[in-house]
């Protein structure tokens, strides 16, 4: 039998980017909420939601460079809820200020990156 394929979405331009801040441990920090929608499959290698698989929305979120919870899974959850985002999503993390997020376009493809070129070295290079 073959696969029944969704029918196409119109091209409306990037999803509407959604900044929010937060107070954790006496700093502020930022994220960013993209809400797709139900329906659309995404495939990531977040801690969150990671896979293939339908999802509504990504969180990507700043956290404090010295970053110690042993449950970024559920930390993310309740970022994203605390947005508004419900059902199934996305969650990233990033030590970057993803308020410097940079967004590109190209042959129908969108782009929208928190890249933290501020930060150089290896990530997995000893402090």
Do not use: C, K
Not at 3 to 17: D, I, K, M, N, W
Not at 30 to 43: D, V
Not at 52 to 61: D, K, P, Q, Y
Not at 62 to 73: A, F, G
């Amino acid at each position: 039998m073959p696969a029944a394929l969704p029918s196409p979405r119109p091209a409306t331009g990037l999803l509407r980017v959604r900044q929010h801040t937060r107070a954790e441990d006496d700093e502020r920090l930022h994220s960013l909420l993209w809400r797709a929608g139900a329906g659309w499959r995404m495939i990531s290698s977040a801690v969150l939601g990671g896979g293939i698989g339908e999802r509504s929305w990504v969180l990507n979120a700043q956290v404090s460079h010295s970053y110690r919870r042993t449950d970024p899974d559920r930390h993310l959850a309740e970022l994203a809820r605390a947005a508004g985002a419900d059902g199934p999503g996305v969650g990233l993390m990033t030590a970057a200020d993803v308020r410097a997020y940079g967004h590109a376009r190209d042959g129908g493809a969108e782009a929208v990156a928190t890249p933290g070129l501020g930060g150089r070295g290896w990530a997995a290079s000893p402090a």
